[in-house]
């Protein structure tokens, strides 16, 4: 009978253990359904479409340029967008704040995007704070009109080299491709920066 009983309770306690996994599954789901989302698709070439929603609702779809070679990136320098999902860290721009919530980063002449292998590969840093002179990877401050308004994404975060660095969300720039960055038009960039927050989750997809 013991026996009996203690087989019952396995069984019921597995049960809920299924119960408890498929609930939060789905209520993550519908977290993400109600929340601030930002979705790239449609690719084409080097081009694709964004759509911002906001708690269901569409604030714009727009078109937006992607990596000079597609989307799927696997490394460093391949040119291409990572797909899946991607979160963001920090906003940032060498224009002012526009009136965002996420922690916003002044770009001045001494903020480069590392991407040299070392110990601030797939950093924004302060080359003067960090007295990493001579950095060879970009030079935010004079590129421009991309990094006008920008946001940092949690792309490769053990930043591990060369899985890739620096996936930004950003403004369109004189190319009709990036080097695997997102980049929309500057009032739309504006527009999420004014809008989202730190919840905002970015897809990529085809």
Sequence with gaps: MKQKKL????????????????????NDDNAAAKGQLLEVFDVRGSEAKARLTIDGKEIFTTDVYIGKNGIGKTGEGDAKTPTGTLHVMKAFGVKPNPGTAIPYIDVTTSIFACDEEGPYYNQVIDTAAVHHYGCKG?????????????????????????????????????????????????????????????????????
């Design 138 to 206: 970009e030079d935010m401050y004079h590129t421009v009109p991309q990094y006008n308004y920008g946001l940092t994404t949690d792309f490769n975060l053990s930043c591990e080299w060369p899985k890739g660095s620096n996936i930004f969300i950003h403004c369109k720039g004189p190319k009709s491709y990036t080097g695997g960055c997102i980049a929309l038009d500057e009032d739309k960039m504006i527009e999420i920066l004014r809008r989202c927050d730190l919840s905002l989750v970015v897809t990529v997809r085809e």
């Design 7 to 26: 087989w019952l309770l396995a069984a019921i306690l597995i049960l809920c253990g299924v119960y408890v996994m498929t609930s939060c599954g789905s």
